[in-house]
């Protein structure tokens, strides 16, 4: 498994921004996903995770209704896009997976770089 998260980059607030995390390997379809983010001198913190069919989510209620987590298995390839972003989203944006169920993100074992989404008020 070799996650790597790209497309972040400098947005206004209220704007929206897409971000997406590739996996090299050959297990994605097998493995259920989540981002994370972190800014500096805080912890990472869990956005969403998603199952590995696609058919459940689940979101933290920070980006709730602003957020939507999708993957394409068939791409191997995992998105957030993100709506109405506020200056408080701004962090370095982490994909994570594991083979575990969903429900399990902050037990998945395996990091993607990050990427970094700034948003200016």
């Known amino acids: 498994v070799q996650l790597q998260a790209s497309g972040g980059g400098l947005v206004q607030a209220g704007g929206s921004l897409n971000v997406s995390c590739t996996d090299s390997?050959?297990?994605?379809?097998?493995?259920?996903m989540a981002w994370f983010r972190q800014v500096p001198g805080k912890e990472r913190e869990f956005v969403a995770t998603?199952?590995?069919?696609?058919?459940?989510?689940y979101y933290a209620d920070s980006v709730k209704g602003r957020f939507t987590i999708s993957r394409d298995n068939s791409r191997n390839t995992l998105y957030l896009q993100m709506k109405n972003l506020k200056p408080e989203d701004t962090a370095v944006y982490y994909c994570?997976?594991?083979?575990?169920?969903?429900?399990?993100?902050?037990?998945?074992?395996?990091w993607g770089k990050g990427t970094q989404v700034t948003v200016s008020s």
């Open positions: 994570r997976g594991d083979s575990l169920p969903y429900v399990d993100y902050d037990k998945f074992i395996y």
């Open positions: 390997g050959r297990t994605f379809a097998s493995l259920s």
């Open positions: 998603i199952s590995r069919s696609g058919v459940n989510t």
